[in-house]
């Protein structure tokens, strides 16, 4: 059954990842811009990552048969410098035309501060200039409930936001309801150990529903697991769920919110 993982880091893995996704279904992916483990030293060090982006990682999927998309941002990990997270923005729209970029992300909050809010802010009115999708990231641990409703109240504030095409990501067990109660989309982030499993993920459709929610892997440069969505789907067979319902939440669902883009595709490419 194939899936798509609509938020995971590739920048940050081996291209035999991309080998085990693929066997595993995956026929599409979107990687969204983010903290790279460390602070980077000025602009033109995005410059590169955006180029990273739009140009190798396509061509380092497609050798796998897998569509790869990206969002662009300043993560909210690099965002406490007003000033040069501006120099950051000033490069993005040169790169919003590229074929493979979807929309605005992973913008939001890490530890709540003013001057993460500002930046926020100025990124969502961003997307709205130029009429694309946003993926949201919210913070960790006991900072989330505080940081999830200052995303949401800061998005709705703009007054052009359609909550539909945004997407709420690493949402959890308290704060999932109220993100679909407003009417933007759920994501779960699912690790090894931290943040969402496959089983807590499960535990949580079982609670609230598939409606506007997904699960994607993050993958990224820490303790992660790219196969972490067919784990996921395994378990939700396990508990008996119908393959109608497990297709809805790792591939109807991307591809419905996703596909809000006009630049999404998860159809089969040729490879070699």
């Given at each position: 059954?194939?899936?798509?993982?609509?938020?995971?880091?590739?920048?940050?893995r081996?291209?035999?990842?991309?080998?085990?996704?693929?066997?595993?279904?995956?026929?599409?992916?979107?990687?969204?811009?983010?903290?790279?483990?460390?602070?980077?030293?000025?602009?033109?060090?995005?410059?590169?990552?955006?180029?990273?982006?739009?140009?190798?990682?396509?061509?380092?999927?497609?050798?796998?048969?897998?569509?790869?998309?990206?969002w662009?941002?300043?993560?909210p990990?690099?965002?406490?410098?007003?000033?040069?997270?501006?120099?950051?923005?000033?490069?993005?729209?040169?790169?919003?035309?590229?074929?493979?970029?979807?929309?605005?992300?992973?913008?939001?909050l890490?530890?709540?501060?003013?001057?993460?809010?500002?930046?926020?802010?100025?990124?969502?009115?961003?997307?709205?200039?130029?009429?694309?999708?946003?993926?949201?990231?919210?913070?960790?641990?006991?900072?989330?409930?505080?940081?999830?409703?200052?995303?949401?109240?800061a998005?709705?504030?703009?007054?052009?936001?359609?909550?539909?095409?945004?997407?709420?990501?690493?949402?959890?067990?308290?704060?999932?309801?109220?993100?679909?109660?407003?009417?933007?989309?759920?994501?779960?982030?699912?690790?090894?150990?931290?943040?969402?499993?496959?089983?807590?993920?499960?535990?949580?459709?079982?609670?609230?529903?598939?409606?506007?929610?997904w699960?994607?892997?993050?993958?990224?440069?820490?303790?992660?697991?790219?196969?972490?969505?067919?784990?996921?789907?395994?378990?939700?067979?396990?508990?008996?769920?119908?393959?109608?319902?497990?297709?809805?939440?790792?591939?109807?669902?991307?591809?419905?919110?996703?596909?809000?883009?006009?630049?999404?595709?998860?159809?089969?490419?040729?490879?070699?």
């Open positions: 059954m194939r899936y798509i993982d609509p938020h995971i880091h590739m920048v940050s081996t291209t035999d990842d991309y080998q085990r996704m693929a066997l595993a279904g995956c026929v599409a992916i979107t990687e969204p811009a983010f903290w790279a483990g460390f602070d980077r030293s000025g602009p033109q060090g995005f410059f590169d990552y955006f180029t990273q982006l739009t140009k190798t990682e396509p061509a380092r999927a497609a050798a796998y048969g897998i569509r790869h998309h990206c662009l941002c300043i993560n990990k690099e965002a406490e410098d007003p000033g040069f997270a501006r120099e950051v923005m000033g490069l993005i729209p040169d790169f919003l035309d590229k074929p493979n970029v979807l929309g605005i992300g992973e913008i939001g890490n530890k709540n501060s003013k001057n993460e809010m500002v930046i926020l802010e100025e990124q969502i009115a961003l997307a709205s200039q130029h009429d694309r999708l946003i993926l949201v990231h919210t913070p960790h641990l006991e900072d989330k409930l505080k940081g999830t409703k200052l995303i949401m109240d998005i709705m504030r703009n007054g052009s936001i359609d909550p539909g095409r945004v997407l709420i990501d690493h949402v959890e067990e308290h704060t999932v309801s109220m993100v679909l109660d407003r009417g933007f989309w759920a994501g779960m982030t699912l690790y090894p150990d931290t943040k969402c499993t496959p089983q807590r993920a499960a535990d949580i459709f079982e609670m609230v529903g598939t409606e506007r929610l699960i994607n892997s993050a993958g990224d440069w820490g303790h992660s697991d790219p196969l972490a969505v067919p784990k996921c789907r395994i378990e939700m067979q396990h508990r008996g769920h119908t393959p109608e319902t497990i297709s809805r939440i790792s591939y109807d669902n991307p591809l419905r919110f996703l596909g809000q883009a006009g630049t999404f595709s998860a159809d089969p490419i040729q490879t070699g």
